[in-house]
């Protein structure tokens, strides 16, 4: 096993762009949204990328979470090429690498209610009763400052900050490896 849980070696994305001008004709330009990217991420270690609005900084995340595919470049999970992965490695990785969103909203189902948001990712994982299921997402909830008797209520009942906490839960019920942050704390509020 490596000693890096993620290592990105020259990562590029590359989108083509239909940019419409006034003529009948529409030209194809594309649009290099990260470009060599690489980096390596150990065990313990936290690893911030920093740049302007528009600078790729989503587009890693999302190459990261497999919500993209690279134009050109690797990565690799605890040393093994990402791309080379059977469908058990895959899940096991789509276990081991969680997100938390900028916008927790979007991200949550409004029809659920939060102690079922919260714990939906362990019991598609795991095979733990829905007992234990339900005392696993109330300490989670409880880490992160909710309490008990919030897991009965719906997404909407929450502020934006409540909703941010509920999506960083749902984040670490699986204890994950690795937990990929989009701006997660743009919309906290203060808790005590």
Known sequence: MSEH?????DLTKIYSVNMRSQSLFSEIKLLKAVDGVSFTIKKNETLSLVGESGAGKTTVSKLLLLVEKPTSGKILFEGYDINKFSKSQMKEYRRSVQAVFQDPWSSLNPRMRVGSIIAEPL???SNLSKNELKQRALEIMDKVGLVPE????????FSGGQRQRIAIARALILNPKLIILDEPVSALDVWQ
Do not use: D, R, T, V
């Open 5 to 9: 849980i993620i290592k990105a070696e």
């Open 123 to 125: 019991e598609m994982n």
């Open 150 to 157: 919030q897991a009965a209520l719906y997404p909407h009942e």
